[in-house]
């Protein structure tokens, strides 16, 4: 079985002129940056755009990145700069707004307002035992069937949380990554992952006939 490359193998590879490095990245990345895209931009296609950006944006400035932060943080880093830029040009062709653009957090969601217990969550921020314990109950949701449901849920979250939860733990960013792509303080990325993980919670619990 051959040897799966790390980001930084990848990367001294594309630095080289290997063009066949650039396309196990963006095999390995598109998919999570267009879904990332879609949390901040109003449609696919503009998603797509702002993805399509993002590589041309790496391509244009390997030589540049010093590496202070992992390649993948580099990528949705610059993902939100192109997402910006995206949905507000869509915005002004439209006349209207798109909710959850990277910016300032609306007040609901920077607030110090009751969150998730923390005693849920290690030091890391992962939860200490899964959402839900499957075990318990006689008429088990299969991952199959909760797929499905657990993107409407994903779905229903306010964009921020939205953004945070997904980059935590969909991609496996950290948080001081997660603050360092959307560019919130510390503080605010634990209230939004919070926020956001109990909301889900709720709704699996929910699913799940625990009420």
């Known amino acids: 079985m051959r040897r799966v490359e790390t980001d930084a193998e990848l990367l001294g590879r594309l630095r080289d002129g290997d063009e066949d490095a650039f ?26 755009e702002a993805v399509q950006d993002t590589w041309m944006g790496v391509v244009r400035g390997i030589e540049q990145f010093e590496g202070r932060s992992s390649l993948r943080t580099w990528l949705f880093r610059i993902l939100v700069n192109r997402a910006r830029t995206a949905g507000s040009s ?21 607030d110090e307002g009751p969150a998730v217990d923390p005693s849920f969550f290690d030091t890391r921020g992962s939860w200490i035992e899964p959402v839900v314990r499957w ?77």
């Open 23 to 48: 396309v196990i990245l963006v095999g390995r990345y598109q998919q999570p940056m267009l879904r990332f895209a879609r949390t901040m931009v109003p449609s696919h296609a503009v998603a797509e």
């Open 90 to 110: 869509e915005r002004r062709s439209r006349g209207g707004g798109v909710p959850g653009s990277v910016g300032s957090l609306p007040a609901d969601e920077t």
């Open 135 to 211: 075990e318990e109950h006689e008429d088990r949701l299969d991952a199959a069937t909760l797929a499905p449901f657990l993107k409407a849920a994903m779905d229903n979250l306010p964009p921020r949380q939205r953004q945070v939860v997904l980059l935590r733990d969909l991609e496996g960013l950290s948080g001081g990554e997660v603050c360092d792509v959307l560019g919130v303080s510390p503080g605010n990325q634990r209230i939004l992952l919070h926020r956001g993980r109990s909301q889900l919670r709720r709704e699996l619990e929910t699913a799940v006939g625990k009420g």
